[in-house]
């Protein structure tokens, strides 16, 4: 079965450094989201992407977020100058539809712990 | 504003007890529901949805109620068993396809 993959699983990094956090959604889908979940609390949305641009963005997504769908596989979320407040499980989505046709599908997600 | 809410953060229920999650919702204008189940160290995964056109929908031992009038949404999980441990989420879609996230629920099946 077709799945969302997410790279890496965890990453470690130091306040103010520049991280990239890498997803291959499925195939043939054509919308794709980042979302976060903080340690015990809900998941929140990000950014919505589709036909290389971004459709939707949340407050939390400010100057120091970008994202980026380098080739036909990859879809990658950019935080230039981390903060300790940035630390969260980092979940990218894809679906076939966008509103109305919306089953996303959720990777695994990735630990990011800024020291 | 958006906000999509659970009742109780945790839920114990007997192994092979049906379980109810709850969720309430406060924009009367959303129109497309999902829930979604969360175990440890994953990601979301989608259990079942429902229109706004609808007041019910079943899906295998799991089926969900939308009350519009309340802005009440349900999950009901029959013969619970031990995967069924999880959090659990309720979310609402808005019109550009974001989801909105309740707080969860978190199911404890005791054997």
């Known amino acids: 079965e077709p799945e969302v993959t997410q790279t890496p699983s965890h990453q470690v990094t130091q306040m103010g450094q520049e991280v990239i956090l890498r997803c291959v959604p499925i195939?043939?889908?054509?919308?794709f989201y980042w979302y976060r979940q903080i340690l015990g609390q809900k998941v929140e949305f990000l950014v919505s992407?589709?036909?290389?641009?971004?459709?939707?963005k949340s407050e939390i997504f400010d100057d120091q977020f970008s994202v980026e769908r380098p080739d036909g596989s990859n879809f990658t979320l950019k935080i230039r100058s981390t903060k300790l407040e940035d630390s969260a499980m980092y979940f990218c989505?894809?679906?076939?539809?966008?509103?109305?046709?919306?089953?996303?599908?959720f990777g695994p997600g990735t630990r990011l712990t800024v020291l | 504003g958006e906000s999509v809410g659970l009742h109780l953060p945790t839920l114990s229920v007997q192994e092979g007890d049906n379980s109810i999650i709850n969720c309430a919702y406060s924009?009367?204008?959303?129109?497309?529901f999902i829930w979604y189940k969360q175990e440890s160290g994953k990601g979301p995964q989608f259990i079942i949805d429902?229109?706004?056109?609808?007041d019910k929908r079943q899906g295998q031992r799991v089926t969900v109620l939308l009350n519009k009038t309340v802005k009440h949404l349900s999950l009901q999980i029959a013969a619970t068993q031990p995967g069924d441990s999880a959090v659990y989420f309720c979310?609402?879609?808005?019109?550009?396809?974001?989801?909105?996230f309740g707080q969860g629920t978190t199911l404890q099946v005791k054997p």
């Open positions: 989505a894809s679906s076939v539809g966008g509103p109305g046709n919306n089953e996303q599908f």
């Open positions: 924009n009367s204008a959303s129109d497309y």
């Open positions: 979310a609402e879609t808005s019109n550009t396809g974001k989801l909105i």
């Open positions: 429902i229109r706004s056109n609808m």
């Open positions: 195939s043939n889908h054509l919308y």
């Open positions: 992407f589709y036909n290389n641009e971004i459709s939707e």
